[in-house]
């Protein structure tokens, strides 16, 4: 025994103990500030079990969670030259793409993937708003690029979750010519006659809005979730008065007729099902058939009548 | 009266030296100054040139915005004739950031469609600065249809800040209306030519300037977000917009070189207000020319050929 033993050792453990709790096993509600166990959370799909508040979820685990026993097959994405424009702010582009990458273990903004839910194959893309606030830049562009083309090639429908912050500054005019390119993947789906359904979740902002996030067959949103061209502060800024209690949240702008449904994430899966099922002209979903064990919403399936009309 | 920008305050001096002195010689007839004068005048032009030179971004950025030079209503009421303005979206409004109608280009009918951003106080209100709303982008939607309908070419001359930030705006649907524009660009089996005349701002520009052809004016910007905002994003401080403009490659030279420009129209020595004649007899000249470069392309390869240029664009980046 000495003083490291007695002294240095306790200390350099509580520090870790104390780090380790809270950060890994429970996360606090931001909204209500109920203590979430992690297991409880996930299984969830990240809405807080107490008062439904959504929080972010990751392309990989929704996409987990919303194929048919979690198995999906990702879409490859051509990749963009790096950092076109050698772009430096108070940092390189180049280091906040690896920052990005290291903190996210994920290449980019934006993940495409094939598979089946409720045994209706589609094809989905889902964006991370960890990386770089999901922010559009070439990258994005190609992968809608690549998961329309995916979609016209397997005759699939298209189901694309939205999430960003808007274009990536960083990609300048290049990341502003993906509005009327991912507009251009949204035409071929069109064309071809296949369903491309928007999911908006928190938050959906600025260009991507302004192109593919806005042209869906059918605009479903998240509950809460922020939908806007402009933000809050930059409109405030501009009139210079406060806005409305709920402004430019999902169930304001379903009121004001730009959405066609808000719905809960838990329930997603389910009415994704069904309208897909029905725009393609098939046979419902067999309930108790789905979805195989080990997918979140697994217990309630079955018992829950199919919601919405 | 010459507005002058901020990096334009030595020329205006020797500028200012230069009338006054005229003044006096006019006040009084036994002075004879033109020879002073005149080396003024040579000296101002030579530091014109030298400024006009090379302009950095964001003297770029000062000129594209400058209030005297020529707006969307300039270029429209000198280059075409038997202009007919059409209005409103036939749901809301009539959004006066955007004028278009149906006109004749070189005897020959076009749609014209364009932001105007006013030239006084009035006006400048009266037209929101050049920042449409939801009811504008709506509005060039059904002109663009019609002019598909008819088999008239389009003309898109982009000159704004950027689409309205207002809390109308916002509900009723500043984003679908852009997004649905952009994507009546892409739709139509007309050519399609644009100019950007000044500030091509964000998504707001994007909605008229996804085109067959893209012009912009030697000193005009186009970007995706403007260098103030970006700045104070990126640098957490508004007042470094000069390395923002730098780093945002937002001139029309940079642009030409990603593939986002086709063609620069070069402006007359001090940018287009300095002689708007000649800087709109340029304009004219370069959308003539790119619409008879697409004159004997079928509707269907005008289409193609647009969303082909779209989906290509960002292979080649700039040079290190």
């Not at chain 1, 809460?224 to 806005?243: D, H, M, S, Y």
């Not at chain 2, 852009?178 to 660009?185: L, N, P, V, Y």
């Not at chain 2, 909605?207 to 186009?222: D, P």
Request: aromatic share 6%; net charge neutral.
């Amino acid at each position: 025994m000495n003083w490291i033993t007695n002294y240095v050792r306790p200390t350099i453990n509580s520090l870790f103990s104390r780090r380790e709790v809270p950060e890994n096993l429970w996360k606090k509600c931001s909204e209500c500030g109920t203590m979430l166990f992690h297991r409880e959370l996930a299984e969830n799909l990240n809405v807080c079990t107490s008062c439904g508040h959504h929080m972010a979820i990751t392309p990989r685990a929704r996409f987990q969670a919303l194929f048919d026993n979690g198995v999906f097959k990702e879409v490859a994405v051509p990749e963009p030259i790096a950092d076109p424009l050698n772009f430096r702010d108070q940092k390189k582009y180049t280091e906040r793409l690896k920052a990005a990458q290291r903190s996210t273990a994920e290449k980019e903004a934006m993940l495409v993937a094939e598979g089946e839910i409720g045994k209706t194959p589609i094809v989905a893309a889902a964006q991370d708003f960890t990386f770089m606030g999901g922010s559009m830049g070439m990258y994005v562009g190609n992968a809608i690029i690549a998961a329309a083309q995916r979609a016209v090639e397997l005759k699939r429908p298209l189901v694309l979750f939205s999430a960003a912050g808007g274009a990536r500054m960083q990609e300048g005019i290049l990341s502003l010519m993906q509005m009327p390119r991912t507009t251009v993947a949204v035409e071929m789906l069109k064309e071809a006659g296949l369903p491309y359904i928007v999911v908006l979740t928190h938050p959906t902002t600025g260009g991507v809005t302004a192109s593919y996030a806005m042209l869906g067959d059918i605009q479903i949103a998240e509950p809460n979730a922020l939908i806007c061209f402009a933000g809050p502060r930059v409109i405030e800024q501009t009139i210079r008065e406060k806005l409305p209690e709920g402004f430019q949240r999902a169930e304001y702008l379903l009121d004001h007729g730009m959405l066609d449904r808000v719905t809960p994430r838990t329930e997603m899966r389910d009415e994704l099902i069904q309208i897909l099922r029905m725009l393609l002209g098939m046979e419902p979903a067999l309930k108790g058939d789905l979805p195989a064990p080990g997918t979140p919403d697994n217990a309630k399936d079955g018992e829950t009548a199919p919601s919405g009309a | 009266m010459t507005n002058y920008l901020e990096f334009e305050k030595p020329l205006a001096e020797i500028e200012g030296k230069a009338e006054e002195l005229r003044a006096m010689a006019r006040a009084n007839e036994e002075m004879d100054v033109e020879k002073e004068a005149a080396a003024l005048d040579k000296k101002a032009a030579d530091l014109l040139k030298s400024l006009y030179a090379d302009l950095t971004p964001w003297r770029k950025c000062q000129v594209a915005r400058h209030p005297d030079r020529p707006h969307c209503k300039d270029y429209i009421d000198a280059l075409f004739t038997e202009y007919t303005p059409l209005a409103g979206d036939r749901n809301f409004a009539d959004d006066h950031a955007v004028m278009g109608g149906i006109a004749r280009l070189d005897g020959k009918p076009v749609m014209v469609i364009g932001h105007e951003k006013g030239n006084d106080t009035k006006s400048r209100i009266e037209r929101n600065f050049g920042m449409a709303r939801p009811e504008g982008y709506r509005k060039a939607i059904r002109l663009m249809e019609l002019a598909d309908k008819f088999g008239l070419p389009i003309v898109t001359l982009v000159d704004t800040p950027g689409a309205y930030p207002g809390k109308g705006a916002e509900e009723r649907g500043q984003s679908e209306a852009i997004a649905r524009s952009t994507e009546k660009c892409l739709q139509v089996r007309v050519p399609l030519v644009s100019v950007i005349i000044g500030e091509g701002g964000s998504g707001g520009a994007v909605a008229f300037a996804t085109a067959n052809r893209v012009a912009m004016l030697e000193h005009s910007i186009y970007s995706v977000i403007s260098p103030e905002g970006c700045a104070s994003i990126l640098w957490k401080d508004a007042e470094k917009m000069r390395e923002a403009a730098e780093a945002l490659r937002l001139t029309a030279q940079n642009l030409r070189e990603l593939g986002v420009c086709d063609r620069i129209i070069e402006e007359p020595l001090g940018g287009a207000h300095r002689d708007k004649d000649t800087a709109i007899k340029s304009v004219g000249k370069a959308i003539s020319g790119m619409l008879a470069d697409l004159s004997k392309k079928t509707g269907d390869d005008l289409r193609s050929d647009r969303r082909q240029k779209y989906l290509g664009l960002g292979s080649k980046g700039l040079a290190a």
